[in-house]
T-cell receptor, first 107, second 111 residues
Framework: EDQVTQSPEALRLQEGESSSLNCSYT??????LFWYRQDPGKGPEFLFT???AGEEKEKERLKATLTKKESFLHITAPKPEDSATYLC????????FGKGTRLHILP | KAGVTQTPRYLIKTRGQQVTLSCSPI?????VSWYQQTPGQGLQFLFE???????NKGNFPGRFSGRQFSNSRSEMNVSTLELGDSALYLC??????????FGNGTRLTVT
């Protein structure tokens, strides 16, 4: 069955404490992988698209990487405003999402 | 450019009723997708429409249906509502080969 699994489900970090979120997938014919950020009461906001293994994208304190079976979202020296749910999605015709990682950055 | 607009923002319905949700995509986007989001299941794919045709479909019962109009606006209908249909319904539009751009959703509560 095609599926996307994100870990951990929830993560609490101190401000400035770097960490990584994982997204593993089992789909055939991957056309792209997306990362989104979702704040409470809002729709997901697009962050990155990765198309092939070895690709990396960066934006401020976030860096996304892709291998053949998983993607990582690295968060460097996070700030409280980085607190949100981070979602990954795979595109293989349909676009399906993982359940997300709830990230909480403590000041 | 204006973003994806969903109406209404909140709805309260009773079991057995039906409901219609509306979505206006970003101008120029011909693909519209619908997702159901619940705390336990996350974002689950309902269906995708492209140029008025359903292009992909998720694993939801036939009570969930949709359509797309010639101006790319889309509606989603749920008939014979059940308590378990309470969720945030998200609409997203995209250009070919671009990521999804989401609206802020319609929060449906079924009592």
């Amino acid at each position: 069955e095609d599926q996307v699994t994100q870990s951990p489900e929830a993560l609490r970090l101190q401000e400035g404490e770097s960490s990584s979120l994982n997204c593993s997938y089992t789909v055939s014919g991957l056309r792209g992988l997306f990362w989104y950020r979702q704040d409470p009461g809002k729709g997901p906001e697009f962050l990155f698209t990765l198309y092939s293994a070895g690709e990396e994208k960066e934006k401020e304190r976030l860096k996304a990487t892709l291998t053949k079976k998983e993607s990582f979202l690295h968060i460097t020296a996070p700030k409280p405003e980085d607190s949100a749910t981070y979602l990954c999605a795979v595109w293989y015709g349909k676009i399906i999402f993982g359940k997300g990682t709830r990230l909480h950055i403590l000041p | 450019k204006a973003g994806v607009t969903q109406t209404p923002r909140y709805l309260i319905k009773t079991r057995g009723q039906q409901v219609t949700l509306s979505c206006s995509p970003i101008s120029g986007h011909r693909s519209v997708s619908w997702y159901q989001q619940t705390p336990g299941q996350g974002l689950q794919f309902l269906f995708e429409y492209f140029s008025e045709t359903q292009r992909n479909k998720g694993n939801f019962p036939g009570r969930f249906s949709g359509r797309q109009f010639s101006n790319s606006r889309s509606e989603m209908n749920v008939s014979t509502l059940e308590l378990g249909d309470s969720a945030l319904y998200l609409c997203a539009s995209r250009d070919e080969n671009s990521p999804l751009h989401f609206g802020n959703g319609t929060r449906l509560t079924v009592t």
